[in-house]
């Protein structure tokens, strides 16, 4: 019986390429829900509208005016698949109802243990984790780095759009 390998997608951004494992096994609800928006070429001309340079970069829901793209139902969190949000870790964005992310996504920067699943109430159950850059990290550092302010409504926003050109499934 051979091994079933995680699905892995390129992330060609505006200032370089990056490369996600995504853990089907452990977040098999995420990485379907991710992939599926992958397919349908959902994030090619968004761009990453909160970047924060000791905690996350977040992507996946806004074009480079900020507006929001329309996006599908929201999925279960599976924050309690025992994967933590260190560093180069994705993980679901969502709003403070638990079960509430659809598109958008972050890589953490650093290790963010604090957004771990820590118990069932809301306040406790944290962020899913469903993959982890395993090439290009340092265009993740380098998008971390970039110079943010508000825009729109919205703080620690890229000053230059940093688009993600297009998001596709490796064979």
Do not use: C, W
Request: hydrophobic share 40%.
């Amino acid at each position: 019986m051979t091994e079933e390998k995680n699905p892995r997608v390129l992330m060609e951004t505006s200032m370089g390429n990056v490369t996600i494992e995504l853990f089907k096994d452990k977040a098999p609800i995420s990485v379907r829900n991710f992939l599926s928006y992958v397919k349908e070429g959902f994030y090619d001309g968004l761009v990453f509208h909160r970047v924060i340079k000791e905690f996350m970069i977040q992507g996946g829901g806004m074009d480079a005016s900020m507006q929001p793209k329309k996006t599908k139902f929201a999925i279960k969190n599976e924050a309690a698949n025992g994967l933590s949000n260190s560093r180069g870790t994705l993980a679901m964005a969502r709003t403070a109802v638990v079960d509430s992310a659809t598109s958008q996504f972050f890589i953490n920067v650093v290790d963010n243990a604090f957004l771990d699943y820590r118990g069932k109430t809301p306040e406790l159950f944290g962020y899913a984790v469903f993959g982890q850059v395993v090439e290009g990290m340092e265009t993740v550092d380098a998008i971390r780095q970039v110079k943010t302010g508000s825009r729109m409504g919205h703080s620690d926003v890229p000053v230059e759009p940093v688009v993600i050109n297009s998001l596709r499934i490796i064979e």
